[in-house]
Structures are given as structure tokens and as C-alpha cells.
């Protein structure tokens, strides 16, 4: 994906709305979309076919980065580094698959478990895709009825749903979540806490009868529910934020609510409602409605008297899907403008992306930041909002807290930044510099006929890639043969970072 899209609110003391005991610790919402693009959102690209009104406003309210990166180009790793605060790629690369165990050392500290611990109610409502302790509730006589792209596919007979379900989100700092899991991963089905709402009653095969409307369905075969329906998580998930907001009014506990939604990652199923509401089909329809949802959460925060008191953040986990060549064609709007590159790609579409930041009082209406920032400074950033130290070990290695730049401040905080989807395969950013450090940029595969069409250049068959993004922000002009001296030098920090321990202060 390109530049995740996250947000973040926090909620502060207001007299008839939610208010916290203490002043200085605001609530915090994050919200995090699935896959969206750097250029769909309007604040970003005037020329987006795709209205955001709601995301655009909170853009105008608060401070808008155009160089915000999030640690992968794919889901798992960039939402275990913006929770941690550390690179994915000291511990791992892909994502958790379905009925995959939990990505998070037991050791290891979460930015909702050092929220809790200075005295902050905390509560994921979404999509986790981070993994759980599935085996423990795995009946002992199960078998894999088949393999699905080389994994094994169980049955819902194959689970205890009565059992509690280890190892998720509640192991890992929240007290509350409600979701379920991965929209397209088994089991479908609602999950609270740690346990099923609804037992499957059914296992399917991952193929419907009913297209999509754009892309293909991409559900994995295993457990569901009778009667799943794939079109109401997204407004369920946003009803149960608006309600879990509501709940809070009153209490003088602080609270962290991250709602990373499941859209528009396919299957791309915007409601009814939303169709031919943008003139990028049926995925700018799927934007429309998530920057809809987006909405109706800010809206509740405004309803309840929080908005003059609240930090919200807004950003995605990685670039758009590869269907954004096809829609480019067709519709004349590229997801991941001005960038090159898409989900899974070590270019920049694959992990520049959306980032807005709304904290009154300190960040200026309608402000523009350039400076370099990553998702991954959120928990350095938060623990300083909320007055909290960062424990000394096990905890955000790579955080760097920008609140000089919120406060406008600071021209830069951090400059370098290293990017990477699948292992041996990376991308490191310096000043105004990258190194590809591969023959290409591409995991999801090069599609020439958008390279023509957009005036690339042909493959120049060199081992690694240089670009000047400042002045080459499109990532056309590869520098590496012409400043062979720069090449050696990112090299040299590239491996001194994999090789060393922390890249914060």
C-alpha cells in the first residue's frame, strides 16, 4: 500500500461530554484504513475522482503529512510496528494467516498495554490480524479437510467455540475488542472479547455465486456463521466505536479506542447506498463509505462535547491493491498518486501513506508537514502526550516522538526510515534520498504498460536503484550508476541498521 492511513483522537475534559480526572491526559482514537491510497484521499490530490469530505475537513482542522510512511507495504507487519513502535522486520515479514498464533513476544510492550498502565481504558473494535491462540481451543481429534494454497483448512466442527479464544487482543493491552479478525480470513463470524458471539455453524469453500463488485471476494475456505454477511461489518464495526465513544461519556477515565477498519481492502463491497458516489467505481465508492464511517465517529466525538479536546490521527496500513492499474485505465484515477508502486511494493506506493493529525491547541489549522514521519513514532509520540516514559526495554525501538512538528517546532525529527514487504528485500531512506536495495521495487509485479503510459524509462538490469524522491517523487530517474558513492553509503547505514538493536533515540 502506499502511506498508511491512520487516525488518532484523543478526547480531553469538556463539562457535559466524556472527561478524564486528569487534564493532560487526552483520549486517544486511532483510525486505520485497509489498504487506501496516498492519492485517493482529496487533501492529498485535488484531482481525486473520490470525495473524502469527512477526512478532508480533519485535514483543514489539523496538520496534514505528506511524507508519512508506514513500516510494510502489507497489513500484519505495519499494524504489529505502529502498536509497538519498533520495525516489523527485526521479527518478522508476512502476515498472520488464517487461524495464524499471535505475532507479539509476551515480553514485548504494546502502546495499549503502556497506555493502560497510566491508568488509560483501552479497546480495539476491528480488524486485528495479528493472531491468536487458535490450537488452544482446536479440538484434539481435528484434521485438515485439504490444503489452500499450502496451508490447512479446518472445519467448524474442528473447534470448542464455548472456549475462550487466548492470545489476542486482551493479552496484548486492550481491555475491550470486538471484530471480526480479518474480513476475508476465517472464522466469519463476530468476536468479543476473546470469545465467539455466534458459533459457526458451517464451513465454506471461499467461492460465492454473488460477484463482488470490483476484484474478487479473496475469502479464505473455513468456519462461518449461517447467514454472514460481508456487507455489514464495516457499518457494525463503526456503530460499535460510535457506541463504545458513548459508553465513555461520564467516565473520568482516559481511554484509547483504535478502530482499524476493514476497508477498502477487497472483498471491495461498498453498501448500496454508496454506489456511483465516486467516478472511480466501485473502490472509490468503498473509499466514499470509509471516509463516511470516518465520519460518523468524528461526529460522535463532536456530539459528545470532545472535539476542541481531542488529538485525531488518520492513516493507512500500506498502498491500494493491484487492481488500482486496471482502475487507473479505466477511471483515469491512480490510488497511489504521485507515487510509483502499490501494496507489497518497496516503492513508494506501496507504504507512503495518508496522514492526518488533529490535536487542538497545538497542531495549526490546515497545517502542511514535509517533514519524514512514520507510523512507527506514533507510541514515542502518545507515551508523550500522555505523560508516560517509555519503559527502557522491550519497547518502541524505532519510535521517534514528533510533537515538535506538531507543534511546529521542528523541521525534521527523524531522517531515515527503512522500508521492507518481504525479507533480503529493503528500502532505506535518507535525507532526501532512496535506496532501493534490489533489482526493482516491485513484489506485486511490474505492469509495463502503466510504466509506458506514465513515462518510465526500461529497466536499467542494475542490482539496487537510487532516487532523489524530492525532486523525483515519482521515483523515475535511477541515480544509482550516475552517484555509485551515495549507493555505497546507504548500503553501509542499511546494514548497520539491520545489524544493530534500535534506530530512536
Avoid at 465513555?248 to 481511554?255: A, H, I, L, Y
Wanted: proline content about 8%; glycine content about 10%; overall charge negative.
Amino acid at each position: 500500500m502506499p502511506r498508511y492511513c491512520l487516525c488518532l483522537t484523543f478526547v480531553a475534559v469538556v463539562a457535559a461530554g466524556v472527561s478524564n480526572a486528569d487534564a493532560g491526559k487526552p483520549n486517544v482514537v486511532i483510525l486505520y484504513a485497509d489498504d487506501m491510497g496516498f492519492g485517493d484521499l482529496g487533501a492529498n490530490n485535488p484531482a481525486s475522482k473520490i470525495p473524502t469530505p469527512n477526512l478532508d475537513r480533519l485535514a483543514a482542522e489539523g496538520m496534514r503529512f505528506t511524507d508519512g510512511h508506514s513500516s510494510s507495504g502489507i497489513c500484519t507487519p505495519s499494524r504489529y510496528a505502529l502498536l509497538t513502535g519498533r520495525h516489523h522486520w527485526r521479527d518478522f515479514h508476512g502476515i498472520v494467516n488464517a487461524f495464524g498464533p499471535s505475532v507479539f513476544a509476551d515480553e514485548r510492550v504494546t502502546l495499549p498495554e503502556l497506555l493502560r498502565s497510566g491508568g488509560y481504558a483501552t479497546a480495539a473494535v476491528g480488524k486485528w490480524h495479528l493472531g491468536w491462540d487458535w490450537d488452544a481451543i482446536r479440538r484434539p481429534e481435528a484434521k485438515q479437510v485439504k490444503k489452500e494454497r499450502g496451508r490447512p483448512v479446518l472445519a467448524h466442527t474442528d473447534y470448542d467455540w464455548s472456549k475462550p479464544i487466548p492470545d489476542g487482543p486482551l493479552a496484548h493491552g486492550f481491555d475491550y475488542y470486538f471484530g471480526d479478525n480479518v474480513i476475508n480470513f476465517p472464522p466469519y463470524c463476530w468476536i468479543e472479547n476473546d470469545r465467539v458471539l455466534d458459533v459457526p455453524d458451517m464451513t465454506i469453500d471461499g467461492k460465492f455465486d454473488e460477484p463482488t463488485k470490483e476484484g474478487r471476494w479473496e475469502a479464505r475456505p473455513g468456519p462461518m456463521v449461517s447467514g454472514w454477511d460481508f456487507y455489514a461489518v464495516l457499518p457494525t464495526i463503526t456503530d460499535r466505536a460510535v457506541g463504545y465513544i458513548e459508553e465513555r461519556v461520564g467516565d473520568t477515565q482516559p481511554f484509547f479506542l483504535y478502530v482499524p477498519f476493514p476497508s477498502p481492502h477487497a472483498p471491495i463491497i461498498p453498501n448500496d447506498e454508496f454506489d456511483g458516489t465516486s467516478d472511480a467505481g466501485p473502490y472509490g465508492d468503498f473509499v466514499v463509505e470509509t471516509d463516511a464511517m470516518c465520519g460518523k465517529i468524528l461526529d460522535a466525538l463532536d456530539a459528545h462535547g470532545c472535539a476542541d479536546d481531542t488529538i485525531v490521527v488518520f492513516t493507512a496500513d500500506n498502498g491500494p491493491e493491484k487492481y488500482a492499474y486496471a482502475r487507473d485505465e479505466k477511471f483515469g484515477h491512480w490510488s497511489a498518486e504521485p507515487f510509483r508502486g502499490l501494496k507489497r511494493d518497496i516503492y513508494e506506493g506501496g507504504h507512503h501513506v495518508p496522514f492526518l493529525i488533529k490535536w487542538p491547541g497545538v497542531t495549526e489549522p490546515g497545517a502542511v508537514c514535509d517533514a519524514l514521519v512514520s507510523q512507527i513514532d506514533l507510541m514515542a509520540t502518545l507515551a508523550a502526550a500522555a505523560g508516560l516514559d517509555l519503559p527502557a526495554e522491550n519497547a518502541a525501538e524505532d519510535s521517534f516522538d514528533i510533537t515538535p512538528l506538531l507543534r511546529g517546532q521542528a523541521s525534521a525529527v527523524r531522517d531515515v526510515h527503512v522500508h521492507n514487504t518481504r525479507e533480503g528485500r529493503y528500502a532505506i531512506r535518507v535525507g532526501d534520498y532512496v535506496l532501493v536495495a534490489a533489482k526493482d521495487g516491485y513484489q506485486s509485479g511490474r505492469n509495463a504498460a502503466w510504466e509506458q503510459a506514465r513515462g518510465y524509462p526500461a529497466d536499467d538490469g542494475g542490482p539496487v536503484e537510487l532516487f532523489d524522491v524530492r525532486k523525483d517523487v515519482g521515483q523515475k530517474t535511477d541515480l544509482a550508476s550516475a552517484l555509485p558513492e551515495k549507493v555505497e553509503e546507504l548500503r553501509a547505514l542499511l546494514d548497520e541498521i539491520l545489524a544493530g538493536e534500535r534506530t530512536a533515540p
